[in-house]
């Protein structure tokens, strides 16, 4: 799998919810909702698409037995985690993480809205 299939799908996947937009304040892809609120963000390297976004302490305890995601740098205390996607398996739980980063970090209006 290159590189470029899962980035396009998660990109897909993050501009697809409500309210979000892309920004690249670091120069690499860093998704948000609302009011520049950051729910992901993405960097691509020739081995592997590596995924960074939130999680709750449930999902992040699950993490930890899974060798291809590790605490994210510097946001790891505030429970990011970062995922290495190298395959569809890693990639489909990639994609499940992502919509759970995604409600974790939308304003209450937006998740309000969807819930009615």
Do not use: C, Q
Request: without cysteine; glycine residues 4%.
């Amino acid at each position: 799998m290159t590189p470029t299939a899962p980035a396009a799908r998660i990109r897909e996947l993050a501009l697809s919810f409500p309210r979000t937009y892309e920004d690249s304040p670091w120069g690499f892809p860093v998704f948000k909702v609302g009011e520049n609120r950051m729910f992901a963000w993405m960097i691509e390297e020739p081995d592997a698409v590596h995924l960074t976004l939130k999680l709750t302490a449930e999902e992040r305890e699950v993490t930890a037995y899974l060798p291809w995601v590790r605490r994210a740098s510097h946001v790891g205390r505030y429970g990011w985690v970062t995922a290495a996607i190298t395959d569809e398996e890693t990639l489909d739980a990639a994609l499940e993480w992502l919509r759970e980063s995604y409600w974790l970090k939308a304003p209450a209006d937006v998740r309000d809205a969807a819930l009615r």
